[in-house]
């Protein structure tokens, strides 16, 4: 049973670029969550979603950050117009059923912003 | 509100040495408690978790009794090895609040030969 995968392990863009970051969560995983890893810091909640639904984005930036979780295929967190600030790792995570169960964490996608 | 506290690194030790990294956290409902591993460029690793008040959670040496009444989740192993250099997190779930993770800002331990 493959692990939570996430593509690409490492992304540089310029700024104003777009990055898209994946996640492919377990297999008979339906929630994912994605968190943001600031240099030297713990992870920050950002977004949780079920297929086809945004349960709650309460950790997302309110401008350029959007996540989607299709029906098909993997969940896409994407960064319109990067900044220097937008560089951190950010991980995936998925869950079986949501509620009172541990997160499998992919390894994450480094995005450096130049 | 929910909060992860957990004590500063990096913390260095001689391989053998006894080690606590000690956490606290501030909950709203009754969460789960978790301990999760990072090596170098490398995602996170659950080591343990405890779901309710007084259970112990163990694995590969490693021991965090979940404390209710000092709202604590310390982390110990008797002996550790150079092979446990790693950053380590305390975290906790919002069972309340869709499951969301709250994580501490993790703490390098650092073991020599």
């Known amino acids: 049973n493959a692990g939570v995968m996430q593509n690409p392990r490492h992304l540089v863009r310029r700024r104003g670029q777009e990055a898209r970051l994946r996640c492919s969560p377990m297999k008979g995983h339906s929630h994912v969550y994605w968190y943001r890893q600031l240099p030297e810091e713990g992870l920050k909640f950002m977004v949780y979603l079920q297929k086809e639904n945004i349960i709650d984005e309460s950790g997302m930036p309110k401008e350029r950050f959007s996540a989607e979780f299709p029906k098909e295929g993997p969940s896409i967190l994407r960064i319109q117009q990067v900044v220097r600030g937008d560089s951190a790792a950010y991980f995936c995570a998925s869950s079986p059923l949501g509620q009172g169960y541990e997160q499998y964490f992919g390894p994450g996608t480094r995005l450096t912003v130049t | 509100g929910n909060s992860v506290t957990q004590m500063e690194g990096p913390v260095t030790l001689s391989e053998e040495a006894f080690l606590t990294i000690n956490c606290t956290y501030t909950?709203?409902?009754?969460?789960?408690l978790f301990w999760y591993v990072q090596y170098p460029g490398e995602g996170l690793q659950l080591l343990l978790k405890?779901?309710?008040?007084?259970d112990k959670g163990s694995n590969k040496g490693f021991e965090a009794t979940y404390r209710k009444e000092t709202t604590s989740f310390h982390l110990e192993k008797g002996s550790v090895q150079v092979s446990d250099s790693a950053v380590y997190f305390c975290a906790l779930s919002d069972r309340d609040n869709f499951n969301k993770f709250y994580f501490g800002s993790g703490t390098k331990l650092n073991v020599k030969p």
């Open positions: 909950a709203t409902g009754y969460p789960s």
């Open positions: 405890a779901t309710k008040a007084d």
